[in-house]
């Protein structure tokens, strides 16, 4: 986009993905990065050190009563995630939230219900929509080539080497491993695909296939989708092909693949059609960067593709019921 948009963030959390993605995707995208909230002030030092950022906050309140800071980007474990954002939108700044919003659907509603209330820019970071392979998909979808939308399948699959963090894999401070690290994603593209009609939830398993852990390792969901089905699949135990969503409609289908880019780096993937359409996006630009051009742009008042508190809260309250499904059965 000409003329970008440029503002001044802040990141709470100073390590994991807020120090080797975010704050390079925020210089990439021509954002201003002040500095960074960890959980201790010696850790958003090294932070400031590492990153060149102008300034160390010693704590949270710091970053957050600082009148220069015009986003605050949350990439904090999940558990923390509703403190930290409401906190955020109660000091009055606009917030990127990374997924999932939080960890309970009441929580997630009460921040997108605040945002709303103070007028404030609350987006949920789904970098997935910001795939060029994704958002074609998507305006092929809205324009109607594909006819009128009979069925979704997102789907990602992926064995992890090792355990996570031990935050991960405790049912109260993750929310789930599988469904909430990676599911949350793949259940955004099916929602966002078909316009986030009347979400319905008609069956769920969520299972442990490869680890011995008290979360899940696998995750499919069954949906209806307005008039569509919806079937979205993860899993952190199994290993399956690359990332990709399809779309069934009644004038043909199309598949985009590899469009949940977890790195830094050209997005790569690529788009084929049921008319023979096929394009590759080996140079196409980095989701994450797109998507925080796109927030800035959003706070400025352009319009945004990316998801929005709103749009968080209904991913989880689905993801809640499911979990719930389970346990219940």
């Known amino acids: 986009m000409s003329d970008p948009v440029r503002l001044r963030w802040g990141l709470i959390g100073s390590h994991g993905f807020a120090d080797a993605v975010f704050a390079p995707v925020l210089r990439n995208a021509g954002q201003h990065l002040l500095g960074a909230a960890g959980s201790t002030e010696e850790g958003s030092a090294a932070f400031a050190e590492r990153h060149d950022a102008p300034r160390i906050y010693a704590s949270l309140d710091a970053l957050l ?128 695909l078909t316009g986030f009609p ?18 899940e390792d696998l995750a499919v969901l069954l949906l209806q989708l307005g008039n569509a089905t919806g079937v979205v699949e993860t899993a952190t135990g199994v290993q399956g092909p690359a990332n990709r969503v399809e779309v069934h409609g009644t004038n043909g289908w199309a598949i985009a693949t590899g469009v949940f880019v977890p790195r830094l780096g050209a997005s790569g993937g690529r788009l084929v059609l049921s008319d023979g359409t096929r394009t590759l996006y080996d140079a196409g630009q980095n989701p994450y960067e797109a998507q925080a051009a796109a927030f800035a742009g959003w706070v400025a008042g352009r319009p945004y593709a990316g998801a929005t508190g709103e749009e968080g809260a209904v991913n989880i309250a689905l993801l809640e019921e499911a979990r719930e499904e389970m346990a219940g059965g």
Request: hydrophobic content about 45%; cysteine-free.
């Open 65 to 192: 009563h600082d009148p220069d800071v015009d986003i605050v980007w949350v990439a904090s474990p999940n558990h923390l995630h509703a403190e930290h954002v409401r906190r955020a939108l109660e000091a009055g700044k606009h917030v990127l939230a990374e997924k999932p919003l939080a960890t309970t659907g009441k929580d997630a509603r009460e921040l997108a219900d605040l945002a709303d209330r103070l007028g404030l820019r609350l987006g949920v970071g789904y970098q997935g929509r910001f795939h060029p392979a994704l958002r074609d998909l998507h305006a092929a979808v809205m324009e109607g080539a594909l006819g009128e939308i009979a069925f979704v399948r997102a789907s990602w699959q992926t064995q992890y080497a090792g355990l996570p963090d031990a935050w991960r894999l405790d049912p109260e401070t993750s929310g789930g491993w599988a469904i909430m690290d990676i599911g949350t994603h793949t259940l955004d593209a099916a929602l966002w």
């Open 198 to 215: 009347q979400a319905r939830l008609l069956g769920s398993r969520l299972s442990t296939q490869h680890w011995s852990v008290d979360v």
